[in-house]
């Protein structure tokens, strides 16, 4: 099956094409480029799968962190001291609140593709109902979580 235009079509010549729409490939065939999001319509089922990628990305490097308390525990009290003094500080706590956040938002997405992987949920609504549902629960999941560290006094700015 040919993807080329049909001969004499000088409107959709992918050799004349101006658009950019088309990309000659190193074997020399053109080709057109993947329509991506010029063509499909923004929805929120690509933003919780966009977000889920995201926060698993962050989720690594808040592992990474972690590693580092560990290890600063591990070294002594100095050390320990001067990684809690750094993480601590308003600019560690918001690195802190932000892992939360993507912790939270990437589990309730797990579960949301648990519940798919199930067969359930996968009408057009009720998919973005799933994937809006999995957004704001795991926002409002860290938002609490970081109020009840604050009203309890376990952080303190």
Do not use: C
């Amino acid at each position: 099956m040919s993807t080329s235009p049909l001969s004499g079509d000088a409107s959709n010549d992918p050799t004349e094409d101006q658009t950019g729409r088309f990309v000659r490939q190193p074997n020399g065939r053109v080709r057109p480029l993947s329509p991506h999001l010029q063509i499909w319509r923004w929805h929120v089922t690509m933003l919780g799968s966009i977000l889920h990628r995201m926060t698993g990305g962050a989720l690594a490097v808040g592992a990474v962190l972690v590693a580092l308390w560990l290890m600063a525990l591990a070294f002594g009290p100095d050390a320990y001291a001067t990684f809690t003094g750094w993480m601590g500080s308003p600019l560690g706590l918001l690195v802190w609140f932000g892992l939360t956040v993507a912790l939270a938002v990437h589990f309730a997405g797990g579960v949301r593709h648990l519940i798919w992987d199930a067969g359930e949920g996968l009408t057009p609504k009720s998919a973005n109902a799933l994937s809006t549902a999995s957004i704001v629960i795991g926002v409002v999941v860290a938002i609490a979580f970081w109020a009840g560290l604050f009203m309890t006094g376990r952080v303190v700015l």
